[in-house]
C-alpha cells in the first residue's frame, strides 16, 4: 500500500482535507502547528505561491518529525487575473470577493508538500473554475449563512455557492475543495524515487 513505511501526519485544521485525504484508505494523524508565517515574495509568481507556503510550513515541522514520519503540508490560493484572493478577513471583503469572481473564470492553486526526515517532494495543481454572473442577493445570502471566512477565495464549492454558481470546472474538483488528492496519491506512491533538496 501506499508509503507504508511511513506514519502519515496531516499538517491541516481543515476539516475538508482531513476528509479529503481519509478517502485515500490511509491511515493519518493530524498535528497542527499555529502561528506559521505565510507571507511570501511579492515578486513570487502567482502560480508558484501556494506551493512556496506549503513549503514555509513544512519547515516549522522539520525538527519534529519523527524518523517514520511523513508530513503532508498543504495550501490554497485562488487567482484572478495576477490578483491573489487569499481567505476573507471579514463578511465585508468575502462579499467583494465573491463579486470578483461572478462571471469570471479564475484560478486555484493547491500547493503540497511531502516532507520526511531525509526526502521532500512538492508540487501544485491548478484548476479553472467558471462562476456564471451573481446577485447581490446570492452573494449576502451565502456569505451570511455559510461564513466562508477560512477558504481563499470567499467561497467553498463544495457547498451551496458551488451548487449554483460555477458553470464550469477545468482540473481536479478535489483540488478546488482543497487537497489534489489523486496527485497526492501518485506522490505517496513513488515517494523516495524522486526527491528535491530542501
Not at 506514519?7 to 479529503?20: D, F, G
Not at 525538527?63 to 498543504?74: G, K, R, Y
Not at 484572478?80 to 479564475?106: F, I, W, Y
Request: with cysteine.
Amino acid at each position: 500500500m501506499v508509503a507504508q513505511q511511513y506514519k502519515i501526519v496531516l499538517a491541516s485544521n481543515s476539516p475538508r482535507r482531513r476528509e479529503l485525504l481519509a478517502g485515500l484508505d490511509i491511515d493519518f494523524e493530524v498535528r497542527v502547528i499555529k502561528g506559521i508565517d505565510e507571507r511570501y515574495p511579492h515578486d513570487l509568481p502567482t502560480l508558484k505561491i501556494a506551493e512556496y507556503i506549503s513549503k514555509k510550513k513544512a519547515a516549522a515541522y522539520l525538527e519534529t518529525i519523527a524518523p517514520d514520519e511523513l508530513v503532508i503540508t498543504a495550501d490554497t490560493v485562488v487567482i484572478l487575473g495576477n490578483q491573489v484572493l487569499g481567505k476573507p478577513r471579514d463578511e465585508a471583503e468575502a462579499c467583494r470577493m465573491l463579486r470578483q469572481l461572478s462571471g469570471q473564470t479564475h484560478q486555484v492553486v493547491t500547493g503540497v508538500t511531502l516532507t520526511t526526515r531525509h526526502c521532500q517532494k512538492s508540487l501544485s495543481v491548478v484548476t479553472d473554475v467558471t462562476f456564471r454572473t451573481l446577485s447581490e442577493e446570492e452573494i449576502n445570502y451565502y456569505v451570511s449563512k455559510y461564513k466562508p471566512l477560512d477558504k481563499a477565495g470567499a467561497y467553498g464549492i463544495q457547498e451551496w455557492i458551488g451548487y449554483i454558481g460555477v458553470t464550469a470546472l477545468n482540473g481536479s474538483y478535489f483540488n478546488v475543495v482543497g487537497l489534489p488528492v489523486q496527485r497526492i496519491y501518485e506522490a505517496l506512491l513513488s515517494f523516495g524515487d524522486e526527491t528535491q533538496n530542501r
